[in-house]
């Protein structure tokens, strides 16, 4: 369901660095290397599976800018939202690339593999970041509620640890996507998010010449519509197919509005998601848990 609730304006930047993000932390004085004592440790994890590309590109990046630790679902598993499945064991299993560690699977949802990774990997002090993606598709406007990369993310929110999604929505070459999210990584580590939040990054080109610019911007609209059509029916069930259409909902000063027009969009997200002014209008009715009097 769309809102009809206008958004914020854009927030226009041709260079990210310049721009204190909404809902960070003060800036901290000196660079990266001076934001702490220790190493900067990193966990990256994914919803498209330890083998995609696009994680492997972003744990060679990343690992200019801090220690990075791979934890991913052994396969693909898009869609799952923050979705955990507490019903079944979990193996963590070592993965490697021409004999080459990098890093470790498991079979279980993106979310679950962060949450395993922070109580069964974490280093002494914990992980300073997660970082999740790089996701082969855009997660702006409201399929961030559905995407796998942003709940892996959110899941180091719950933990509060600062958190950041990453996806590419022209997901045939990640080098340049990789190189920005070093870049940015290196400015959340001066600046990092306030407990609770995500920040969501959407790169719409593989190159830095096919961008327009950044846009820290609020999440609205749609770019991408799935659901269901019916088949041919079998053994008596119903068949339905899995459904995807492109649309073009952009409401003005929406993250989808400034993707569609080329830029990488910044979007905090908030793990809580109540309606602060609706839990004092409620709160007004005179709600009462007696239902004797009930007409």
Do not use: K
Request: with cysteine.
């Amino acid at each position: 369901m769309m809102s009809n609730v206008p958004s914020p304006p854009l927030v226009l930047a041709a260079v990210l660095l310049s721009l204190p993000l909404p809902g960070c932390a003060p800036s901290v004085d000196g660079g990266a290397e001076d934001a702490g004592d220790g190493p900067y440790r990193i966990l990256v994890s994914n919803d498209d599976g330890i083998g995609s590309p696009g994680i492997q590109e972003l744990a060679d990046a990343l690992s200019e800018v801090g220690e990075v630790t791979v934890v991913a679902p052994c396969g693909q598993r898009s869609g799952s939202s923050m979705a955990v499945d507490l019903r079944q064991e979990l193996r963590l299993m070592p993965y490697e690339v021409g004999g080459e560690a990098r890093g470790h699977c498991v079979d279980a949802t993106p979310a679950g593999a962060v949450l395993l990774a922070i109580e069964a990997l974490a280093p002494e002090g914990g992980f300073d970041l997660v970082v999740s993606g790089i996701n082969a598709g855009a997660n702006v406007g409201d399929l961030s509620h559905m995407s796998g990369t942003v709940g892996a993310a959110m899941m180091g929110a719950y933990y509060g640890i600062p958190a950041v999604a990453a996806s590419l929505g022209d997901a045939r070459d990640f080098g340049y996507a990789a190189a920005f999210m070093a870049t940015f990584v290196e400015e959340v580590r001066r600046r990092p998010p306030l407990p609770g939040v995500v920040l969501s990054v959407n790169i719409p080109s593989t190159t830095e010449a096919g961008t327009e610019g950044v846009a820290v911007a609020g999440m609205g609209g749609s770019y991408l519509v799935f659901g269901y059509e019916e088949g041919e029916p079998e053994e008596g069930a119903r068949v339905f197919r899995p459904r995807l259409s492109l649309e073009d909902n952009h409401p003005p000063g929406s993250d989808s509005e400034a993707y569609a027009a080329g830029m990488i969009t910044v979007t905090p997200l908030r793990y809580d998601w109540t309606d602060a002014e609706l839990v004092r209008e409620l709160a007004s009715w005179g709600l009462d848990h007696r239902v004797g009097g009930r007409p």
